[in-house]
T-cell receptor
Framework: SAVISQKPSRDICQRGTSLTIQCQVD?????MFWYRQQPGQSLTLIAT?????????ESGFVIDKFPISRPNLTFSTLTVSNMSPEDSSIYLC???????????FGQGTRLTVV | KQEVTQIPAALSVPEGENLVLNCSFT??????LQWFRQDPGKGLTSLLL?????REQTSGRLNASLDKSSGRSTLYIAASQPGDSATYLC??????????????FGKGTHLIIQP
């Protein structure tokens, strides 16, 4: 199994500002994934982050709004840019999944935009 | 594009009952299916991973089955306890279809076990 640490665990931000969420894994992984969980909803994949290449975004998510960095095999960041109240959600980092392996999730970052 | 549906959306039962949670998916070209548990305001805890070559997987009081041909999976919880109260999520690979990386989640079953 993998242990995933996310920071911050929660934050309250002003609209128009940006927040960077960090995800640290205790082992080297090829792919990392970022998900959003809006209030009362299930998880939606935002993007897949491979080390050394551009992130792949799902329909409805764009790099300008959710820039992602993947500087090495154990770390990734997701930035939520120019925030609005609609961005209030839980953001989760995940590893695994590819090739039939088990997926593991961080504890999430609860973001409230006011 | 993969779509995952979970039934029922909510369930409230007395302690001790055996339960069945249902999950269906549209794209059967999956290599596995995973069940998670989510407690309020928390992240996801992996419960069971069933590979496409398996028909079921067991962990303690939990048993998950997978029928790729019909696009269905079930999670069976035996002798339910109040500590089992949580939201249970089913997830299949293929957010972009065809078994591509990333998971598609159902909306979950919100389970309450009454003491």
């Amino acid at each position: 199994s993998a242990v995933i640490s996310q920071k911050p665990s929660r934050d309250i931000c002003q609209r128009g500002t940006s927040l960077t969420i960090q995800c640290q894994v205790d082992s080297q992984v090829t792919m990392m994934f970022w998900y959003r969980q809006q209030p009362g909803q299930s998880l939606t994949l935002i993007a897949t982050a491979n080390q050394g290449s551009e992130a792949t975004y799902e329909s409805g998510f764009v790099i300008d709004k959710f820039p992602i960095s993947r500087p090495n095999l154990t770390f990734s960041t997701l930035t939520v840019s120019n925030m609005s109240p609609e961005d209030s959600s839980i953001y989760l980092c995940s590893v695994g999944q590819a090739g039939g392996t088990e997926a593991f999730f961080g504890q999430g970052t609860r973001l409230t935009v006011v | 594009k993969q779509e995952v549906t979970q039934i029922p959306a909510a369930l409230s039962v007395p302690e001790g009952e055996n339960l069945v949670l249902n999950c269906s998916f549209t794209d059967s070209a999956i290599y596995n299916l995973q069940w998670f548990r989510q407690d309020p305001g928390k992240g996801l805890t992996s419960l069971l991973l069933i590979q496409s070559s398996q028909r079921e997987q067991t962990s303690g009081r939990l048993n998950a089955s997978l029928d790729k041909s019909s696009g269905r999976s079930t999670l069976y919880i035996a002798a339910s306890q109040p500590g089992d109260s949580a939201t249970y999520l089913c997830a299949a690979p293929g957010a972009r279809g065809g078994g591509a990386d990333g998971l598609t989640f159902g909306k979950g079953t919100h389970l309450i076990i009454q003491p």
